[in-house]
């Protein structure tokens, strides 16, 4: 309760960072600044508002649901649990992440967040408004599944959440040391990139861990250079467009091919 009600302060924080990087994007290090884009992300971020409180209530009863079925659940109070539940949460969102760059179904969703040409903040606010239909969040609540609290999955996923909004930057070098461990902008923009290089890698929310464990860590190169964006599809700063474009594609290409197993082959397989 205590993290919702700082969400305004956590909102005015990004705020006066975004108002921040604009003026370096436009003063200092000539990049230039797509307000159209943000107008896009800004339209993205509404239609989420507005979808949120149904999502929201969707979800919370799924997980009522897990957390009354689990044979046992991890006490809220003891320490641990928020401990093993931060790496918990960040396993769970490393193949969340992970699946939704592999299976298309996902990709429907989570394809909104990669249609940003520029690597700014507001870009981090791009998220589906078709999460619920994609079923990414089903990753979360397994963790109920296996014991853990579902205040604890939802606040440590939030936080994380929070956290990624940081790494939506051109504006923040490499940070040392902290890039063995934590997931930082450099890691991240490598991630948004679409050349073929540096496709599907760094999936990582908070730490960048299980991406050097199970090789899908990849360096952001030298001198950065990046492409950002994705790499099929229009560029537009429509909302509608961004947020339904991948699923018509889907849907036109099941629509071109006959039998249940090839439609669960274009559906459920990369979405290339």
Known sequence: MQFVLQRPVLALIFLILAL????WRRHASAR????GQV???LGIALGQAVLRPVNGLVILSVLSLFSDITPWQF???DWRTWVVGFFAVEFAYYWFHRTS?????LWATHSVHHSATQMVFPAAIRLGWT???SGGWLFFAALVLVGFPPIV???????????QYLLHTEAVGRLGMLEWVLNTPSHHRAHHSRDSEWLDCNFGGMLILFDRLFGTFRAEPEGGGLRYGLVHGEVT???FRIAFAEWRRLFAALRNVRGWRTRAGIAFGPPE
């Open 101 to 105: 760059h592999r299976v298309r179904w």
């Open 75 to 77: 006490p809220i109070e």
């Open 153 to 163: 999955v939802t606040l440590l996923h939030g936080i994380n959440l929070a956290y």
């Open 39 to 41: 107008l896009g992300s």
């Open 131 to 133: 999460g619920i239909v």
């Open 20 to 23: 921040g990087e604009y003026v």
């Open 237 to 239: 700063n429509n909302p």
């Open 32 to 35: 230039g600044y797509d307000r």
